[in-house]
């Protein structure tokens, strides 16, 4: 999936962007460190190489730092910690600078947990989501960037499910966003995935994918659905 996303020689779609934020901020840190050691057995070179090949500039700081890390995996919170950083990440919405050094190392580091409880300090000190606060940066792939990391961390469940949602909505199906989603996750969340869609649309995912898929297919994912 980041071969295909890399192998064009240009990262320079919202999409492509996404996927290697998704590998990145929604899989368990052995999962990526299984993703980047695979990378690099098949392809000879490093994924953090690749990207500052490809990636456009603005993104390429915030992504080799993403895919670099190795977050702890546990649930240990500091308090104190969140409401410090997320004074400075509004110090980084305030400036429109997420590219600074702090800010991609708060991103990267911290432990998920960890970073819930700074996006939840950061809306009882501010009065807005953070991501709500990202905006008029000047660059709207920066700002899709962005707000996919803090999706992706915060409740990957709801990222994925506008994903679907975006794969779906209008004349055809991007059959390439809903495999990647329902692939991805079968193994990890997609049961969250598909209560979400139902909280959110009214409506469940198995109905949406029997509407939009068919023949083999479809069968595939619903397979991949438990169905």
Known sequence: ????????????????????????CASSPHHLLAVRKSYCSLYHCSLEEDIIAYAPPFAIKILVALVSSFRYDGEVVDLNLANEEAST????VALKRFDQD??????????????????????????????????DFGNDLLESLVKDV?????????????????????????EDS??????????????????????????SLDQLIKDETSGDYGAFLMALLGN
């Not at 819930?116 to 000190?125: L, Q, S």
């Not at 991805?184 to 649309?201: C, G, Q, T």
Request: one cysteine or more; charged letters at 25%.
């Open 1 to 24: 999936m980041v071969k295909n996303v890399l192998s064009s020689k240009e990262i320079g779609t919202k999409e492509q962007l996404q996927v290697i934020v998704e590998i990145s």
């Open 178 to 203: 809903l495999s990647r989603v329902i692939v991805s996750r079968a193994e990890v969340d997609l049961m969250k995935v598909r209560k979400a869609y139902l909280d959110i649309y009214k409506t």
């Open 89 to 92: 990440l509004q110090e980084a």
């Open 102 to 135: 702090h800010v991609v190392w708060i991103l990267s580091t911290r432990n998920v947990f960890q970073l819930k409880a700074t996006f939840e300090a950061y809306y009882e000190k501010f009065g807005n989501h953070l991501s709500e606060d990202i905006k």
């Open 150 to 174: 803090i999706a992706c961390i915060a409740s990957p469940e709801k990222h994925f499910v506008e994903v679907i949602k975006a794969a779906t909505d209008g004349w055809g199906t991007d």
